[in-house]
């Protein structure tokens, strides 16, 4: 059973900062992807960031979405099995309910909700102007 659990949501002033925290058990971390989605009430679940390694080789590969490239960072650390989001420079516009993915379907698109396999209860990150 693949659990996936969110912490480090918050409340942050625009231009603050706040690391997510992805906590996976049950999940062979060295084989896949990960991924981080963002939901806001009413408009679909959109991708932020995700993380291919290449299973146990030393090919390591990170996605984006255009709206957050060079003020968030997803990183792995799979001695812990934990990924993370380092989000920087945070904007109003960022607000959502934060999710967690795991397991990319084979070729699928990462930015695409429906091709994950497991997800997280997210966690909320609210940024004020």
């Known amino acids: 059973q693949v659990q996936l659990v969110e912490s480090g949501g918050g409340s942050v002033q625009a231009g603050g900062s706040l690391r997510l925290s992805c906590e996976s058990s049950?999940?062979?971390?060295?084989?896949?992807?990960m991924g981080w989605f963002r939901q806001t009430p009413g408009k679909e679940r959109e991708g932020v960031a995700a993380?291919?390694?290449?299973?146990?080789?030393?090919?390591?590969?990170?996605y984006y979405a255009d709206s957050v490239k060079g003020r968030f960072t997803i990183s792995q650390d799979n001695a812990k099995n934990m990924v993370y989001l380092q989000m920087n420079s945070l904007k109003p516009e960022d607000t959502a309910m934060y999710y967690c993915?795991?397991?990319?379907?084979?070729?699928?698109?990462?930015?695409?909700?429906?091709?994950?396999?497991?997800w997280g209860q997210g966690t909320q990150v609210t940024v004020s102007s």
């Open positions: 993915a795991a397991d990319l379907v084979y070729g699928g698109n990462w930015y695409g909700s429906y091709e994950w396999n497991y």
């Open positions: 049950g999940y062979t971390f060295s084989m896949n992807w």
């Open positions: 993380l291919y390694n290449g299973g146990g080789s030393t090919y390591y590969a990170t």
